[in-house]
């Protein structure tokens, strides 16, 4: 009986330690958002990506520990990391990442200046290929 309590317990604590590996990737998420400008459909993917993610890692996990027998209280222990992580360690971690992104923004739009300006070279040629090769369209 006592192992079977073991088991449980230590099933619990993997998932609690699970739930605090997801926020924490999905806080990697938010940082990287913040870092990168973002259109929706991309977001939107992002999101799509992390929940793929987060089924394979929950469901992988119960397989390997539970032999994929679905317990309520794996869940509630998921949920614990999250929430405990989100509560605490997460409102600080984003509090310091928000106050030095402008700075680090700043470091690297000096790295990447060259390769947005050939960017932006790059897109007129192209458009004025095409306004150039609609034009020779329309002279025949």
């Not at 400008?37 to 999101?47: A, F, K, R, T, W």
């Not at 790295?111 to 070279?121: M, T």
């Amino acid at each position: 009986m006592a192992g079977l309590l073991y088991d449980e317990l230590t099933l619990f604590g993997i998932c609690f330690l699970l739930g605090v590996a997801l926020a924490v990737v999905y806080d990697l998420v938010r940082i990287f958002r913040l870092l990168v400008p973002h259109m929706d459909i991309i977001v939107d993917l992002e999101d799509l990506a992390f929940w793929l993610f987060t089924a394979w890692m929950v469901f992988g996990t119960l397989f390997k520990y539970n032999q994929g027998a679905l317990r309520g209280y794996a869940f509630i222990g998921m949920f614990a990391g999250v929430i405990i992580y989100a509560l605490t360690l997460s409102r600080l971690i984003m509090y310091m990442v928000r106050k030095l992104v402008p700075y680090w923004k700043k470091c690297f739009s000096g790295i990447f200046k060259p390769f947005k300006q050939f960017a932006g070279f790059l897109r007129k040629e192209l458009k004025n290929a095409k306004d150039e090769f609609t034009i020779a369209l329309k002279g025949r």
